[in-house]
């Protein structure tokens, strides 16, 4: 199964380019995203996360009960060092 994670986008990079790569805040955390796959997206946009590329466009309230539902049903690993979480 995979799971799409929510996270807001910080900077976009050259949305031209075959693979943009931009940065992305996932629960406090800044990570690279690729962008691939949504060339329109805009900064402070939320997004969903699979495997390094945002996949979809989705609304603030979206991703906040996508929040809850990923911490309800404890379906991210809560590790030492686990950045996610």
């Known amino acids: 199964m995979c799971l799409g994670v929510p996270a807001k986008v910080l900077s976009t990079g050259d949305l031209s380019s075959p693979m943009p790569m931009g940065a992305i805040d996932m629960k406090g955390e800044e990570r690279p995203c690729c962008f691939a796959y949504l060339p ?21 309230d979206d991703a906040q009960a996508s929040f809850e539902a990923i911490d309800e049903f404890d379906l991210l690993p809560n590790q030492p060092g686990s950045t996610v979480r």
């Open 40 to 60: 329109e997206v805009e900064v402070g946009q939320w997004v969903l996360i699979q495997n390094g590329f945002a996949m979809d466009v989705i609304s603030e």
